[in-house]
Each structure stands twice: as structure tokens, then as C-alpha cells.
């Protein structure tokens, strides 16, 4: 019923910039908060950063300076504008959404299939 699908992952060196996108699409009524999330090779899911429908942010303090997250309400899409990366940064990167659907009551969490980063020393 929704899909969100990620782009702009990548490689790049230390130091570099990239941009994260997901849009989000199905049977959507209202979008509460979207986020990303990551997870490194051997360590659990994290938040990244998150906003909410009114534009409220929050960040891990690894990324706090960094990172900044920033959605278009009207074509259901966040952003994530990652810069002066670090080999930390390392990890598949993960949109998510909690949402509600159209016909029905309760809220939803989806997760998009992830978008690789590697930052090179």
C-alpha cells in the first residue's frame, strides 16, 4: 500500500557531501514524521534524524552540525543533506515513515530498502 523509496547514496570521500532523497507513495492520508536511519556492518539501527509534519527536527549528536533533514510536504518527500562526512558515517541508510492510511484508524511505520553511503579516508 506505500512504498518509500530511497536515492542518492553513494561513495564518497571524507570530508564530501551527499543528499539523500525518499518519496513516499500509496494510499496516504497523513504523513506524521518522517526519518532516516542507519546501520553499520555489525551494529544496530539508529536514528539519524527525524521531522515532523510541522517541521520539527531532531538528530543524533554524531550528526548534529552535519546533517540536516528537510521534507516537501506537498510531494510527500524528505531529504536528508549529509555534509562534511566522516568514515563513521559509513552504513545503509534507511528512510522511514509513520503514517496514517486512507479507510483506516491506526498510525503506520514503513521502512524504505536502503541506500548505501560509504565514506573513503
Known amino acids: 500500500q506505500v512504498q518509500l523509496v530511497e536515492s542518492g547514496g553513494g561513495l564518497v570521500q571524507a570530508g564530501g557531501s551527499l543528499r539523500l532523497s525518499c518519496a513516499a507513495s500509496?494510499?496516504?492520508?497523513?504523513?506524521?514524521?518522517m526519518g532516516w536511519y542507519r546501520q553499520a556492518p555489525g551494529k544496530q539501527r539508529e536514528m539519524v534524524a527525524q521531522i515532523t509534519s510541522a517541521g520539527n527536527t531532531n538528530y543524533a549528536d554524531s550528526v548534529k552540525g552535519r546533517f540536516t533533514i528537510s521534507r516537501d510536504n506537498a510531494k510527500d518527500t524528505v531529504y536528508l543533506q549529509m555534509n562534511s562526512l566522516k568514515p563513521e558515517d559509513t552504513a545503509v541508510y534507511y528512510c522511514?515513515?509513520?503514517?496514517?492510511?486512507?479507510?483506516?484508524?491506526?498510525?503506520?511505520?514503513?521502512w524504505g530498502q536502503g541506500t548505501q553511503v560509504t565514506v573513503s579516508s
Open positions: 522511514n515513515s509513520i503514517l496514517s492510511l486512507v479507510g483506516f484508524i491506526s498510525v503506520y511505520q514503513y
Open positions: 500509496g494510499s496516504i492520508l497523513r504523513i506524521n514524521a
